[in-house]
C-alpha cells in the first residue's frame, strides 16, 4: 500500500466520521461538499473529521482509488466507505443515514 493510501486508512479507521471535501465544513470550495456538509449537519452530526483535499493533490487523487469511487465529497463511517453526496442524500431522505450515524 502506498504512502497515501496508508495516510487515508489511518483517517478512515482511527475516526467515527470522515468527510474527504473540497474546502473545510465551514467553507465548502463546491456544491456537493457544501451538500454533503449540510447533511451531516442535518442529522445532528456535528463532530467529525474533514479533510480539505484540495490541499493536497496526492490525496485528492489517493482517495478516489482508496474507495474505487471517482468522486469528491466521500463519506466514512465507521471505517467503511458510505458514498458521495447523492448516495447521502438518497440515504438522508430514507432515514437510513442518521440511523447509521446514530449507531457510531
Excluded: H
Amino acid at each position: 500500500m502506498s504512502d497515501v493510501l496508508q495516510r487515508i486508512d489511518q483517517l478512515v479507521k482511527s475516526n467515527t466520521v470522515v468527510l474527504f471535501m473540497k474546502g473545510t465544513p465551514q467553507f465548502p470550495q463546491c456544491g456537493f461538499s457544501g451538500r454533503a456538509v449540510q447533511i451531516l449537519k442535518a442529522c445532528g452530526v456535528t463532530d467529525y473529521a474533514s479533510v480539505n483535499v484540495l490541499t493536497d493533490e496526492e490525496v485528492r487523487q489517493g482517495v478516489k482509488n482508496y474507495a474505487n469511487w471517482p468522486t469528491i465529497p466521500q463519506l466514512y463511517v465507521n471505517g467503511a466507505f458510505v458514498g458521495g453526496s447523492d448516495i447521502m442524500m438518497e440515504m438522508y431522505e430514507s432515514g437510513e443515514l442518521a440511523e447509521l450515524l446514530r449507531q457510531e
